[in-house]
């Protein structure tokens, strides 16, 4: 596996992608970067999964994350109405 990317590397290739800050962007250009996003993890993950190097915890795929930092999001924060 590669190297793990760095936050100040995770930040500049963001900015690469999106084209500076999600700030300054309409929500349509918001939604149109996730729907692209989305789709090239699918054929990132479709890839790894073709080259035999997609691993698995269990039964459930192990999406490849090869960096320290995690970004926190409504998916990964504690939901503060569920009991």
Do not use: W
């Not at 793990?4 to 939604?31: C, H, Q």
């Not at 989305?38 to 997609?54: F, H, K, M, P, S």
């Not at 409504?74 to 503060?80: D, Q």
Request: contains cysteine.
């Amino acid at each position: 596996m590669s190297t793990s990317m760095s936050k100040a590397e995770l930040i500049e290739a963001a900015y690469e992608v999106t084209g500076g800050n999600l700030n300054d962007l309409s929500l349509d250009r918001v939604y149109r970067l996730i729907t692209v996003s989305q789709y090239v993890t699918d054929l990132c993950l479709n890839e790894i999964e073709r080259r035999g190097a997609l691993t698995f915890h269990g039964n459930v795929p192990v999406v490849p994350y090869v960096a320290d930092h995690l970004v926190e999001t409504i998916l990964t924060r504690p939901n503060p109405f569920s009991r």
